[in-house]
């Protein structure tokens, strides 16, 4: 199958692409802008195309050429913080960037599509673990740029039966086992890469945002998920398309969660070094624990991590700082 990957070259797409390369089972075409992504982060046998979501006569013209029949979309703007400062950049590149992604695909017929949604739908939600069934709320634009998506994806396969996947993404994090590809964002907000930039000596100490949540010892909890694993996710998925022609959403987590405390503990174990950490005041917008049940994609997708041990992960993000000290 010709297989389009829309931010392939970023942090979750370029390990999505390197596991669809190794399968060898389908041709895959890279579009990336490459505001964030790097080509080195891809396989050189993958063809590349330059290009930008928001530019439909770019996509008309890639479109032409490859003609799609699957569309993995991981092109989007992901700082939260970010998206409370200037919002409408954040419609446009994730909604109207996404509709115009769309458009493009009903014009040359692509049958399905496998979105990168997010946790953030969920805003301070009422239980957990969070089922993907449960109520979406966004406390942020990000989160509600993405329901939006979401909600657009439903009346497309009702209108003209485009068949969808939403995978809601936790905290992506760790790198290929080979150490060559990982995260490099600049500048970096996410906890693990920034805790690792500590022993990697890019600074002196970690901030904790807050420890006074309503958390075991006080900092916010998260479910860490490593990349690896979302990618064989996006694998099954399009997998789950091809044999039910459904559309479907799912929820992609461990269903454990740790706490910023604990994450700056696995990598000190990880890494020897004592990463010194300082308290800060909360960060807007965080609640205090988000945990995904994975079981709907564990059932539906048969969806198995391999990862579930939080030092291995934070390993496996330590290779590749290691291996590439000054990003890619
Ligand atoms: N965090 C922190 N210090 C940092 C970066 C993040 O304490 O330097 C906290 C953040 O407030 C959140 C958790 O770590 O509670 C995970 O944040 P991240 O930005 O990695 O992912 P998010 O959960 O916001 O998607």
């Not at 046998?45 to 799609?68: M, N, S």
């Not at 799912?250 to 269903?255: A, C, E, H, K, V």
């Not at 992960?313 to 330590?318: F, G, L, P, R």
Request: proline share 5%; aromatic share 8%; with cysteine.
């Amino acid at each position: 199958m010709k297989i389009l990957i829309a931010g392939g070259a970023g942090y979750i797409g370029s390990h999505l692409v390197r596991e669809l390369h190794k399968l060898g089972k389908h041709e895959i075409i890279v579009l990336d802008n490459l505001s964030t992504g790097h080509t080195a982060a891809i396989p050189q046998a993958v063809t590349f195309e330059q290009g930008d979501i928001r530019d439909k006569q770019r996509l008309d013209e890639v479109f032409a050429k490859h003609k799609p029949v699957a569309v993995y979309h991981l092109s989007a703007s992901i700082e939260v913080a970010q998206s409370c400062v200037d919002p409408l950049s954040y419609y446009e590149n994730n909604v109207s960037g996404t509709v115009t992604l769309l458009q493009i695909m009903q014009k040359y017929g692509s049958k399905y599509f496998i979105f990168s949604s997010t946790a953030a739908l969920f805003g301070m939600p009422d239980r957990i673990p969070i089922e993907a069934d449960d109520t979406t709320k966004p406390v942020n634009p990000y989160g509600e740029t993405k329901l939006a998506v979401e909600k657009i994806l439903h009346w497309c396969d009702q209108a003209f039966g485009l068949k969808y996947v939403c995978l809601r993404y936790f905290n992506a994090c760790g790198a290929d086992e080979a150490g060559d590809i990982g995260e490099d964002h600049t500048p970096e907000s996410h906890l693990i890469p920034l805790v690792l930039q500590v022993p990697a000596g890019k600074r002196e100490k970690v901030f904790i945002f807050g420890d006074d949540y309503d958390t075991e010892d006080g900092t916010c909890v998260r479910d860490y998920v490593h990349v690896t694993d979302l990618a064989s996710a996006h694998i099954q998925a399009l997998d789950y398309l091809g044999e039910t022609n459904e559309s479907n959403r799912f929820n992609l987590g461990s269903g454990h969660g740790y706490s910023v405390k604990q994450i700056i503990d696995a990598a000190r174990r990880v890494t020897g070094h004592p990463i010194p950490a300082e308290i800060k005041p909360r960060r807007a917008g965080d609640p205090a624990t988000l945990v995904a049940s994975s079981t709907k994609a564990e059932k539906v997708l048969g969806w198995k991590r391999k990862y579930d041990s939080i030092d291995k992960i934070v390993a496996t993000a330590w290779k590749f700082h290691q291996l590439h000290p000054k990003g890619f």
